[in-house]
C-alpha cells in the first residue's frame, strides 16, 4: 500500500524559513515525478511545483518563484524522498501543504500530477506576520 507522509510544517514568523519533506513508501517512485500543492483555508488547491523523476528538472508557481526550492534524493534507494525548501515565507503562503507522486513513469513538468495519482495527508504551514 502505497503511503506518502509529509513532514516539517509548522509556525513561523514572515521573513522565515521552514523545510518540508515527504517520504513515500510502498511502491517505486524514482522514475516518478513527484510534487507539492497547498491549500489555504476557502481556496481551491493551487500546485506549488512538481519535480521530474531524476530531480534534474523542476517547476514552480510563480507565486513561489526564487523562494521555494525543490529537491529530492538522488540515490535510487531513497528517491522516494523529496524536500520543499521554504524561505522568505509570506503569511499568504499560510496552507495545509500537500505531496504527490505520480502513477506513471517519466512525466516531467507541470501537468503530471492529478487527482488520480498517490497523495499525502498535508502538513500544516503557517506564517505569522
Known amino acids: 500500500q502505497v503511503q506518502l507522509v509529509e513532514s516539517g510544517g509548522g509556525l513561523v514568523q514572515a521573513g522565515g524559513s521552514l523545510r518540508l519533506s515527504c517520504a513515500a513508501s510502498?511502491?517505486?517512485?524514482?522514475?516518478?515525478?513527484m510534487g507539492w500543492f497547498r491549500q489555504a483555508p476557502g481556496k481551491e488547491r493551487e500546485i506549488v511545483g512538481t519535480?521530474?523523476?531524476?530531480?534534474?528538472?523542476?517547476?514552480?508557481?510563480d507565486s513561489v518563484k526564487g523562494r521555494f526550492t525543490m529537491s529530492r534524493d538522488s540515490a535510487k534507494n531513497t528517491k522516494n524522498t523529496v524536500y520543499l525548501q521554504m524561505n522568505s515565507l509570506k503569511p499568504e503562503d499560510t496552507a495545509v501543504y500537500y505531496c504527490a507522486a505520480d502513477r506513471d513513469y517519466y512525466c516531467s513538468g507541470y501537468g503530471c500530477l492529478g487527482n488520480n495519482d498517490y497523495w499525502g495527508q498535508g502538513t500544516q504551514v503557517t506564517v505569522s506576520s
Open positions: 519535480i521530474n523523476w531524476s530531480g534534474g528538472r523542476t517547476y514552480y508557481a
Open positions: 510502498g511502491g517505486t517512485f524514482d522514475k516518478s515525478a
